[in-house]
């Protein structure tokens, strides 16, 4: 199979990447009290020595009280988690890869799929709402009737403080080293329901139309690129589905999704992430572009793909993880999609989780490893 589609380097502003695949950021909880150890510095590490162009940690917590529930979800912040991940920045670079973290704020989400006990305080939401309460769902029904009801608003200061700890995790970011910043815009999280019409409902600069719906997002990535300069890149990754509802989108036609990325491109993005289960559904009628395609054709910029490479299509719109069984070689109808100029990037989710040899076994057209979800449970 050629794929030299797969294989050319790619430049962000001062970063070089030797090939166009991307581990996506996919959340482990292996951080106990937030602090990555040397197992997971080894796991982000066997990926970059197997050639793997570019590491997106998992959602990495911003200081702030409600960004992030989990106790092993890592943290970007405290002595200890931050000479973590210098470990982990070491490690992937004596293997010759590079790595960005994900900054992550769950905003709505938080405390819904891994409630602790203790922790009631209501999340930060743009207007209160949580999300519609017949979605598509595959978090615990429970979790939604607890998260349903309507808390305040956040504040304007609420907000700033927010964007001020995105900005001070970027600057953290690039004192320790890493290659990039990416941002978690997507699946129903803090700056998605900024985006998202049904929970941003304000009608000050952070709400109203598409605009000022994005100008919590625009206000992050300006915080993040004060705090990286000019030399590291910036993705923002977006999606249409939410965790409060599968079906929910973002936009609804081209127009609507132009006018939200707007703002955002030209607040300092270097690369959109378009997050989609499967990278092969177009998100319009009327074109087969992808989510990536469309933020590519909309504003000139970068995109990267994500969805379903090495896995079988889904047979249910909710289902997370039993759709990943069988080891389907979609590459071919990948690299049509890249060689046709469609999208920059491709992340690979669970077929890297599964087989850090992964690309590697692409390259040497050997096969692939069926997906055993026992890996979801370790780091291999
Ligand atoms: C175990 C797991 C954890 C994930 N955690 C995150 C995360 O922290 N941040 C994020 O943006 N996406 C997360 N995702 C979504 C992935 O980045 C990716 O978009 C999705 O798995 C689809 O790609 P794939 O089909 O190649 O796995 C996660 C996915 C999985 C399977």
Redesign the pocket.
Known sequence: MELEPLLRPFRLRGLELPNRVVM?????YACPGGVPGPDVAAYYARRATHGVGLI????VAIDHPLAVDHPN?PRLFGADALTGWSGVIDAVRRAGGRIWP?L?HQGPMWNVESAQPGMFAPSLRPSGIWGPGDGTISIPLAGREAALPATGPASDSDIQDVIDAYGKAAATARRLGFDGV?I?G??GYLIDSFLWSFTNQRDDRWGGDAERRAAFGAAVVRAVRAAVGPDLPICL?L?QFKMQDYRAVLADNPDDLGRLLRPLADAGVDLF?G?????DTPIFAGSPLNLAGWMRRLTGLPAMA??????DKARGPAR??DD?QGAANNLPLLLDRMRAGEFDLI???????NDPRWFERARHGEPFLPFDPAN?QRLI
């Open positions: 996506a950021p996919m959340s482990r997106v940690t998992e959602g979800a994900q992550w990416a978690h997507a699946h990754r999606s992430d997050s989609q289960r499967y990278f994500v969805g379903g490479v090495g896995l997370h993880i990943s992340a690979v989710g669970r077929s890297l989780l979801l």
